[in-house]
């Protein structure tokens, strides 16, 4: 229990690393032995983390004196309305292409409600781990 334990928190570690994130992550926890559920499990959890902490973080840097008004001149409402006129779409094809650090930081400068990006962007998250999963067993049994 204690190794599994181990090889997991070491695929959320590799999946919550910028660059590395899922991409990375679910390979890593297959090649160290992981099943392909808890690879994806680990991996997603990890690859999903820093965009609640990025929401909690900025909450709690625009609750400081004067960081509201900067933080307020550095939104565009023009990408705000290009990102919300995309809807859905855009959230569950750029969440994995550009990264979860990337795009969470973006979405709150841009003032994006979390209710509009937390549960695509996981759902996102979650099929590419997927796709990942599959793709990488599927080729690891045509080799065999």
Request: aromatic share 12%; net charge positive; no cysteine.
């Amino acid at each position: 229990m204690t190794e599994y334990l181990l090889k997991g928190w070491a695929v959320f570690l590799i999946g919550f690393m910028p660059m590395a994130e899922i991409y990375i992550a679910v390979p890593a926890g297959i090649a160290m032995g992981l099943d392909p559920a808890s690879a994806v499990g680990w991996s997603v959890a990890g690859n999903w983390a820093p965009i609640p902490l990025l929401h909690l973080l900025y909450d709690r840097l625009r609750a400081l004196p004067r960081m509201e008004q900067a933080l307020d001149r550095l939104a565009s409402r023009s990408a705000r309305a290009r990102v919300e006129g995309a809807g859905i779409w855009f959230y569950l094809l750029a969440t994995p292409l550009l990264g979860t650090w990337a795009l969470g930081v973006a979405v709150k400068l841009l003032g994006v409600p979390r209710s509009r990006f937390l549960v695509p962007s996981f759902l996102s998250v979650l099929g590419f781990g997927l796709a990942i999963s599959a793709a990488l067993m599927a080729g690891l049994a045509w080799v065999r």
